[in-house]
């Protein structure tokens, strides 16, 4: 598990239940000072569950699972997110290997999908959950450079098997929505959310956060 990227231990403005080095960048992107915990979560999708209700969920459970993994009495509040590639009912996850990414590259291939990413506050004993929905398009793949894009490793934890951030963004001919939604945290519904919760964010790197609970 990656330390804490705050200058010691509590010099932090909130938690980040969150292995993904993208979430992380991005909240400091904006100039929050973030530590990590653990959240581990069963993130199979229910039957009958649509994908807005599953991600969702799996962002509440991920808050929780970090919330429970703090320091009793610890009044910081706890950030996480889900992301998933939808297409039609079908979500996409993160690919098992190197078959299962051009599976899922090839029928993104040429058609337009959703990226849904949930984030998940917990501040006290309030619980708050926002929502970013995008549209994205692929250009038609070539098998070869499907394998090729495989061959990178960076198709390897991304939802979908691609990475907007990165070479994958050679694929992608349209984008409506949010750019870092597609990434894995949608900053406008991250600092709506921030916002609703009391916590300052424009500001923030210069002062302490002091949310309402």
């Not at 799996?58 to 009793?72: D, M, N, P, T, Y």
């Amino acid at each position: 598990m990656p330390q804490p990227r705050a200058d010691d231990e509590t010099d932090h403005h909130l938690y980040l239940a969150s292995r993904s080095p993208r979430r992380l960048a991005l909240l400091e992107q904006i100039g929050m000072r973030v530590a990590l915990v653990e959240a581990e979560t069963d993130e199979t999708r229910r039957p009958g569950e649509s994908p807005e209700t599953y991600v969702r969920r799996v962002a509440l459970e991920k808050a929780r699972a970090g919330r429970a993994a703090v320091s009793e009495g610890e009044l910081r509040p706890v950030l996480a997110a889900d992301t998933a590639v939808v297409l039609g009912d079908m979500t996409l996850g993160k690919p098992a290997d190197r078959a299962s990414a051009a599976r899922m590259l090839g029928t993104l291939s040429g058609r337009s999908h959703r990226v849904l990413t949930a984030i998940a506050l917990i501040v006290g004993e309030r619980e708050l959950t926002d929502l970013s929905d995008s549209l994205v398009t692929f250009r038609a793949l070539q098998e070869s450079e499907i394998l090729s894009y495989w061959d990178t490793g960076e198709p390897c934890d991304k939802a979908g098997a691609y990475a907007i951030q990165g070479i994958g963004a050679l694929f992608i001919s349209e984008l409506q929505g949010s750019y870092s939604g597609v990434m894995g945290l949608p900053l406008f519904e991250t600092g709506r959310l921030l916002g609703a919760a009391g916590i300052q964010v424009i500001g923030s790197a210069s002062g302490a956060v002091s949310p309402r609970v």
